[in-house]
């Protein structure tokens, strides 16, 4: 399974992992922040169309991008 763990304020401690990506194929990505764990969509949300990446960086990259569009989007509520 692939993972990248960061911290923000708005979560603190959170872990982006795509358990069914590998070097191939897209898997879904997931956020898990402490015990709840939900998948991530395009927009910052979490509803929409789920964001997807494939294993090593790609999954670090749509985890940096989704927090930014999250930003944006609480910026704007």
Same mark, same amino acid.
């Given at each position: 399974m692939t993972s990248y763990t960061t911290?923000?304020?708005e979560f603190g401690q959170i872990t982006f992992t795509a358990p069914?990506?590998?070097d191939h194929c897209d898997g879904y990505v997931w956020i898990e922040t402490g015990s709840k764990? #939900? #998948?991530i969509?395009?927009?910052g949300d979490?509803?929409?169309n789920t964001v997807t990446a494939r294993?090593?960086?790609d999954l670090k990259k749509a985890? #940096?991008?989704w927090l930014r569009q999250r930003r944006d989007w609480m910026r704007n509520a």
């Open positions: 911290r923000t304020a069914a990506a590998d764990r #939900q #998948q969509c395009h927009g979490f509803m929409g294993a090593g960086g985890a #940096q991008k």
